[in-house]
């Protein structure tokens, strides 16, 4: 397995794993995700089995402190010099699930956005997630303002 960053020849990939992982009113649009990696595409970290992309994370980079629903179709927020590195989209693919794909993904967000300079990490999820990423060092910090979907969002902060 490999772990890169992304390119922008890596969007229909990336479309097809996000169109696989979330439901569609919740899944990121094709050009949603055009614009992330036009804009900010080293924060995409990929996880490839022979070539084939099984799983990524993704997310800007802002001096904002919470997550809020406009900065997911804002790609222009990005600020690379931001102290919170937002965590967009954890997904992998059905088949490659509960093998640790996403845990190395976060690990190296995580290492990434230390080296980095960055304040810590954020990121919402529904509640039976609270747990998995409470494993990561993440804190709940409560229901968040998002209604992304139509579904209740947990925010989770790690800081560092």
């Avoid at 084939?52 to 222009?76: I, P, W």
């Avoid at 976060?106 to 304040?119: K, S, T, V, W």
């Amino acid at each position: 397995m490999e772990i890169r960053t992304a390119e922008l020849s890596d969007l229909d990939a990336i479309a097809q794993v996000e169109a696989e992982c979330f439901p569609a009113a919740e899944a990121a649009t094709k050009k949603a995700l055009e614009a992330r990696l036009q804009s900010y595409n080293n924060h995409f970290w990929l996880l490839l089995d022979e070539g084939r992309l099984v799983s990524f994370v993704d997310g800007m980079v802002t001096d904002q402190k919470d997550l809020t629903d406009d900065l997911y179709e804002n790609a222009r927020a990005h600020d690379e010099t931001g102290a919170w590195q937002m965590i967009f989209g954890v997904n992998t693919i059905p088949a490659y699930r509960k093998r640790g794909c996403a845990g190395m993904l976060l690990e190296r967000a995580i290492e990434d956005a230390r080296q980095q300079g960055r304040r810590g990490l954020v990121l919402t999820c529904k509640e039976r997630l609270l747990p998995y990423y409470a494993k990561f060092g993440f804190v709940n910090e409560g229901v968040s303002g998002s209604t992304h979907g139509g579904v209740t969002w947990y925010q989770m902060r790690l800081t560092f």
